[in-house]
């Protein structure tokens, strides 16, 4: 057994030059032996992994054959030739890839993996938002189960919302179910948007007064905030976008020191191919997105666990919802 790990250890080596400023030997020790089993299954099952931006780094640069924030995701979801998508995120993306995918198996590789926004809202709740507002069309963040994405109009990811607002052409728009995002929005449009009382538990625990605390003690410091931040934060930040365009940020503005004010492990994977730039790290953890593991990544292409099923009359409408978006 030992042999074999360090075996692992050897043929992952190329691998580990990649990650090895974010993840110290040791580590990637404990890491080296599913890292190879999982790039033979996908070979053996013809399969894919799917990560977000929010996965450890060793999912992220070591099995994942395709990374990004939501809406990449869900538009590589389309184009997928495998019989197999493993989506190393939570419930919600599963489940759009699932959607985009009705012949393919998908997994999940722990089914737990769930979002505070998704749990804050449910289809009941969408219809009775449209009975109080039968005028305005209702927007539903990707972040939702697919239950509310069929009682939408539209769906909108945190990279495209402004523009799926601003495409309906009314005056008037329901946005659900992230109070923050929907917020955030509004101060960048002439549209009235009607929000929902959800949040994000990860990123509505940043706050103003953080913002202005880095700026005292880190000089120079660049501050990148998500949208589901509270406005306050958003105010206080030099640029807000979508994970995907954090990141690109990063790559064109090349900033000596930044912040990001998200989850944790995206400063780790953006680092990682910026070896100039300093990242502070005040950051939160997403307990949904820290479920996946190479682990259970491992077991999943093993034995099929999980695999995402939908309710084909739900489905059909939600997908609509998807659809509408990405056609955009
Ligand atoms: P992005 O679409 O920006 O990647 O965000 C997804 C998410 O869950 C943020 O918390
Ligand atoms: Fe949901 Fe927030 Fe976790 Fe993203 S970071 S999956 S929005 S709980």
Known sequence: ?????????????????????VIPPPEWATFADDVEAILALKRKRNAVVLAHNYQTPEIFHGVADIVGDSLLLAREATKVDADIIVLAG??????????LNPGKRV???DLEAGCSLAESITAQDVRLMRERYPDAPVVAYVNTSTAVKAEAD???TSGNALAVVESLGTGHVIM???????????AQTRVKITAWKGHCEVHERFNAEDVR?????HPGITVLAHPECPPEVVAEADFSGSTAAMSSFVDNKRPARVVLLTECSMSDNVAVLHPDVEFIRPCNL??????????????????????????????DRARRSVERMLAL
């Open 90 to 99: 939570v419930h919600f993306m599963a489940e759009t890839a699932k959607l």
């Open 154 to 156: 539209i769906c909108c």
């Open 286 to 315: 997403c307990p949904h997105m820290k479920r996946i593991t190479l682990k259970n990544i491992r077991h999943a292409l093993e034995t099929d666990q999980h695999e995402v099923t939908i309710d084909p009359e739900i489905a």
């Open 1 to 21: 057994m030992a042999m074999l790990e360090s075996n692992a250890l050897a043929r992952t080596a190329p691998l580990y030059d990649r990650v090895k400023r």
């Open 213 to 217: 605390a880095l700026r005292d003690n």
């Open 176 to 186: 659900l179910p992230d109070e923050y995002l929907a917020r955030n929005i509004a």
């Open 107 to 109: 997994l999940i590789p």
